[in-house]
């Protein structure tokens, strides 16, 4: 059926109606034709067959199509085949405006992609929502845990005070007593005094690290500051220390007490590693300094170096395990970083990077 020559016709005795409804339905893009009896409309069916007319009326079955209309107005028309007491076959042709249905599907579909994009909307606001929510628990418990590390820490320093000072008291007793004594008192009471000065360095190490570090920039010289630091530490006899010095200026402006420590820390942990040769490197560049310390020492494996960091853990029978830990925090404290390199049997590197100032200024 042609898209513009889709015929209607209307059978009534009422030529009124007739010609109602044929301005109704030219308005609506058919092709009108009437009839006012049975007769008539019989008469022009037949002289007025349509090509899908016959094919209904021939095969007897019913058949569909979409038909655009002249106004532009799609329809949806059903032909089926019908027999009347006449006994002349003919055919019925409904046509189904489907504007309201498409309308109502198209709503349908508007309104499913709303509802699809507000779920996933909800779904995205309860998955923020949780992280979030776990994210301040986790926050929460840090900030929990930094609370009890620092009652731990004022308390580890009184403790250290209030211990520091009777030992003192002690250690110099023993020595006192220990003049003009004979081997066998002399030998217990020597055990004292070295117990007395063990546990002196393990408060002041809890006093170092408990403490908040505060600053006093003043010029050091690095090459100075690493002699002093060597004297200190006064490695065994057999171990070689070598120094190389790549410095523009000798002199810099920083908290020279700390940085000592810092390399006292290093140098003694590399002097007990078994090593016959510490190499301590200083490099300077753009407002940054190197220091870097490496012995042939026997290294560490992956779980020691992972946990090297960790205040109170230590390999040594003797050791307090705090001397990387302060390390760490003075450096934090200076702006600066550490990072340990170490592979079983052939040693551990240290290297300290620090801001550095020219002139007086803090960094």
């Not at 490099?283 to 779980?303: E, F, S, Y």
Request: aromatic share 4%.
């Amino acid at each position: 059926m042609g898209r513009d020559n889709y015929r209607v016709l209307v059978v009534d005795d009422d030529n009124s109606i007739r010609l109602l409804l044929m301005r109704i339905l030219e308005g609506e893009g058919y092709t009108v034709r009437t009839a006012s009896n049975g007769r008539e409309a019989m008469s022009l069916c037949e002289s007025h067959k349509e090509p899908f007319i016959e094919d209904v009326i021939s095969s007897g079955l019913p058949c569909s199509s979409y038909v655009t209309l002249q106004t532009g107005e799609l329809v949806y028309v059903v032909n089926m085949p019908i027999h009347i007491h006449l006994g002349q076959p003919l055919a019925l042709s409904i046509a189904l405006h489907t504007y309201p249905a498409l309308a109502a599907v198209r709503s349908a579909r508007l309104h499913m992609i709303v509802l699809l994009i507000i779920n996933a909307a909800m779904w995205g606001l309860a998955a923020a929502f949780l992280y979030y929510m776990k994210k301040v628990d986790t926050l929460q418990l840090t900030a929990r845990s930094k609370e009890r590390l620092t009652a731990l820490g004022e308390m580890a320093a009184v403790l250290a005070h209030e211990i520091r000072t009777p030992l003192s008291a002690i250690k110099g007793f023993a020595q006192y007593i220990r003049q003009g004594q004979d081997d066998k008192t002399t030998e217990g009471l020597d055990v004292i005094i070295n117990e007395s000065r063990r546990l002196e360095g393990l408060t002041n190490d809890l006093l170092v690290y408990a403490r908040v570090p505060e600053l006093y920039i003043r010029p050091i010289s690095i090459g100075g500051l690493i002699d002093e630091a060597i004297a200190i530490v006064k490695p065994d006899e057999r171990i070689m220390i070598e120094k190389k010095l790549s410095l523009s200026e000798d002199t810099i402006y920083t908290d020279g007490e700390k940085l000592k420590q810092v390399l006292i820390n290093i140098i003694a942990n590399a002097a007990d590693s078994q090593c016959g040769k510490i190499t301590i490197t200083a490099a300077q560049g753009k407002r940054m300094l190197n220091l870097q310390v490496t012995d042939t020492g026997v290294g560490m494996d992956a779980r020691v170096l992972e946990q090297a960091r960790k205040p109170f853990f230590t390999t040594k029978a003797r050791g307090s395990g705090l001397g990387l830990p302060i390390v760490g925090n003075m450096l934090s404290a200076m702006g600066g970083s550490v990072s340990i390199e170490s592979r079983m049997g052939q040693g551990t590197s240290v290297t300290v990077t620090l801001p550095i100032s020219n002139g007086r200024e803090a960094f």
